[in-house]
């Protein structure tokens, strides 16, 4: 069958869930018949290199770089990503045309009940700043040292005793259908940017392509994750950066958008919120970026870079 679509995706299990969610959502959307829409998988930098955090190494780009190379080379048609690890800052050539639904936006500890019930001096393995200084902010007494590698690694680390616990994104591993840890309500851990949304990016002239991808563009997801995407280059912060956003569509229809930025350690923080009507999502995030950074102190002034 000659595909409709060729949708270029990373190649671990959960990046090719996700493409094959979005896969499924088009061909029903449009009619086709399963099939229709093909997956090109790419081994990315990101995905190569496991022993370093992504700020040593090239930061986020590391997981999108090659799949946009593909993409601007008309190989694909589209990009599968998992929002929270594209850049808030795009080449100009490209565009996310679609979010699907929004998925479970907490965090799940894997390796113990609570945060509470760790071990005293127990080490914990991540490698998300936002995490780090959350997880530090509550049990300074704790070692976090990074851990990175695919979801079925990380959970073969707290198998194999390496860590005694550590976190991922509970949207992922519904999408597994893995139903291990417990989850972390957001007053607790408030989530990265873009968290638990699946983004689907084509060239900005590709009208074609573009026009099918309205068709499954979730517009409450899109609004949320356009202002949490704004906050961030508001603040300037980059994979070094512990910043956390949420954005949620209330009953009126306005968006209630929350944030915070921490110091490394999670000595330091800073939290505000900010409502908005329709439209003003992209205001609102710059708003609430510029009041949080006048508020904060320099220990976590120095981790952002505004324009």
Known sequence: MTPRLLVGTRSSPLALAQARTTAAALEAA???????????????????VQDRALAEIGGKALWTKELDQFL?????????????????ERPDNLCIAAFLPRADVRDRLIGAASIEALSQGAK???????RTAQLLRRRPDLQVSIMRGNVATRLNHIASGNYEATFLAAAGLDRLGIEEGRAIEIDEFLPAPGQAAIAIECR???????????AIDDEPTRRAVTAERAF????????????????????????????ELLSSDGAAHVAGEVRAAPGEEEAAG?????ELLGRAPAEIRLLFNPA
């Open 204 to 214: 900005k002239d590709d009208a074609d392509t573009r026009a099918l991808l309205q």
């Open 232 to 259: 961030c280059r508001g603040v300037g912060g980059s994979c070094h950066s512990p910043v956390a956003a949420l954005g949620l569509i209330e009953g009126d229809d306005s968006l209630w958008l929350r944030a």
């Open 286 to 290: 710059h708003a609430l970026a510029a």
């Open 72 to 88: 601007l080379g008309g190989t694909t048609h589209l990009s599968v990503h998992s929002c929270k690890d594209v850049e808030s």
């Open 124 to 130: 914990v393995g991540t490698s998300s700043p936002r």
């Open 30 to 48: 449009h009619g086709w018949e399963p099939g229709s829409v093909h997956l090109h998988e790419v081994r990315t930098t990101g995905d190569k």
